[in-house]
Nanobody, 126 residues
Framework: QVQLVESGGGLVQAGGSLRLSCAAS????????MGWFRQVPGKEREFVAG????????DYADSVKGRFTISRDNAKNTVHLQMNSLKPEDTAVYYC???????????????????WGQGTQVTVSS
């Protein structure tokens, strides 16, 4: 079992920045592929960014490429999402997720992720 706890969400004006963090416990963190997803009411959860176990492979959704940066610290069992130049359309609940079957390959499919955090709200005002 893996427990994931997100933090760092909040309210920010358009153009601002936020840094989300996800703390993992319960398994060897360096064996997990990690991802960030987001969801707004009435819509499916969508992929935002993913990072392989070593950090060598990274993927971003087109909508956030160039604005968001995912990183991980295996020594501290954490993964981060630095979000810059935020837009109102980035408003969502953001979830951290762990994939223990594909540590080197980043999947954009939520069904490939086995463990999820509780989510943290990000609200961007115009």
């Amino acid at each position: 079992q893996v427990q994931l706890v997100e933090s760092g969400g909040g309210l920010v004006q358009a153009g601002g920045s936020l840094r989300l963090s996800c703390a993992a416990s319960g398994r060897t963190f360096s064996t997990l592929g990690m991802g960030w997803f987001r969801q707004v009411p009435g819509k499916e959860r969508e992929f935002v960014a993913g990072i392989s176990w070593s950090g060598a492979n990274i993927d971003y959704a087109d909508s956030v490429k160039g604005r968001f940066t995912i990183s991980r610290d295996n020594a501290k069992n954490t993964v981060h999402l630095q979000m810059n130049s935020l837009k109102p359309e980035d408003t969502a609940v953001y979830y951290c997720a762990a994939d223990d079957l594909r540590p080197m390959i980043i999947s954009r499919l939520s069904r490939h992720y086995d463990y999820w955090g509780q989510g943290t709200q990000v609200t961007v005002s115009s």
